[in-house]
Nanobody, 119 residues
Framework: QVQLVESGGGLVQAGGSLRLSCAAS????????MGWFRQAPGKEREFVAR????????YYADSVKGRFTISRDNAKNTVYLQMNSLKPEDTAVYYC????????????WGQGTQVTVSS
């Protein structure tokens, strides 16, 4: 079992920045990949970014590439999403997820944190 708790969401103006955090507990954090997803009102949940167990490999959705950075601190059991140059279309509930069984097959999810970008 893995428990995930996101934090860091909020209201920011377009062009601003936020850093989301996701604290994990329950299993050896450094043994599995992590990801961030988001869901905007009326839309399906979509992939944002992922990072492998060591932090050495990352992958981003085209919509956030160059603006968002995913990272992890295995000593703190935490994954981060640094979001810069935010746009109103980034408004969504952001979820972190853990892929504990097979790489990049996410089987545990956090409760989500709201990010709202005003124009």
């Amino acid at each position: 079992q893995v428990q995930l708790v996101e934090s860091g969401g909020g209201l920011v103006q377009a062009g601003g920045s936020l850093r989301l955090s996701c604290a994990a507990s329950g299993r050896t954090f450094s043994s599995y990949a992590m990801g961030w997803f988001r869901q905007a009102p009326g839309k399906e949940r979509e992939f944002v970014a992922r990072i492998n167990w060591s932090g050495g490999r990352t992958y981003y959705a085209d919509s956030v590439k160059g603006r968002f950075t995913i990272s992890r601190d295995n000593a703190k059991n935490t994954v981060y999403l640094q979001m810069n140059s935010l746009k109103p279309e980034d408004t969504a509930v952001y979820y972190c997820a853990a892929a504990t069984s097979r790489e990049y097959e996410f089987d545990y999810w956090g409760q989500g944190t709201q990010v709202t970008v005003s124009s």
